[in-house]
C-alpha cells in the first residue's frame, strides 16, 4: 500500500525527485527512507514503476524494455540534475529476491556499502537491460541464486522441503 500511496500521491508527494506519468513506461522517484538527504555519500533512491502488474525480475521480458530505459536514462538525468551526482557515480540495480513485490529499482551512489548491493542479490539495471534484449525470456529461464536469512519465511519453507 505505501507503493501505491506514493504513485497517486497521496503519500510523500512532497519528496518525488522526477515523476513520468505514462501508465506503461513511466515510474515515480523517491528518496529511500535510509537515506537522510543531508550528504551525497550515502545517496540512496528508489524508482517505482507505475506497472502493477510487474512484481520481480522474474517478471521481465523484452516487452518492457521501453520501461527499464526509462528508468535508467530518466533516473540518471534527474539525480545529476537534483543533487549533482553523474550516472558514473551510481549503482543502478533491483533486487532478486525483493523485500516487496512491486518492481522498482534502487540507485545509490557507487561509494555507499548499501544493504543488499552485493552481488548474491543485486542485478545491475543495465546488465538486465542487455539480457532482454538478447533474451526475451531471459529471466524466466535463468537460474537465479539469492541469500536468505535463516529468521525468513522462505528459508523455513525451504528447510521443510529438505531443499537446504
Not at 20 to 37: A, E
Not at 80 to 94: H, N, T, W
Not at 135 to 142: E, G, H, N, T
Request: no cysteine; aromatic share 10%; hydrophobic share 40%.
Amino acid at each position: 500500500q505505501w507503493v501505491y500511496n506514493i504513485l497517486e500521491k497521496k503519500a510523500e508527494a512532497d519528496r518525488i525527485v522526477h515523476e513520468n506519468p505514462d501508465p506503461s513506461n513511466g515510474f515515480v522517484l523517491v528518496p529511500d527512507l535510509k537515506w537522510n538527504q543531508n550528504q551525497l555519500d550515502d545517496l540512496y533512491l528508489i524508482a517505482l514503476v507505475r506497472r502493477r502488474d510487474i512484481k520481480s525480475l522474474r517478471d521481465l521480458t523484452a516487452e518492457h524494455l521501453p520501461l527499464l530505459r526509462n528508468v535508467l536514462q530518466e533516473g540518471k538525468e534527474a539525480i545529476v540534475k537534483r543533487f549533482g551526482v553523474p550516472g558514473s557515480q551510481l549503482r543502478i540495480y533491483l533486487h532478486y529476491q525483493p523485500s516487496y513485490y512491486h518492481l522498482h529499482v534502487h540507485f545509490t551512489h557507487l561509494g555507499y556499502d548499501a544493504p543488499g548491493s552485493s552481488v548474491e542479490r543485486a542485478h545491475l539495471l543495465a546488465d538486465v537491460i542487455d539480457n532482454l534484449a538478447m533474451d526475451s525470456m531471459y529471466y524466466q529461464k535463468r537460474a537465479l541464486t539469492f541469500p536468505l536469512r535463516a529468521d525468513e519465511p522462505l528459508f523455513k519453507k525451504f528447510q521443510e522441503a529438505g531443499k537446504v
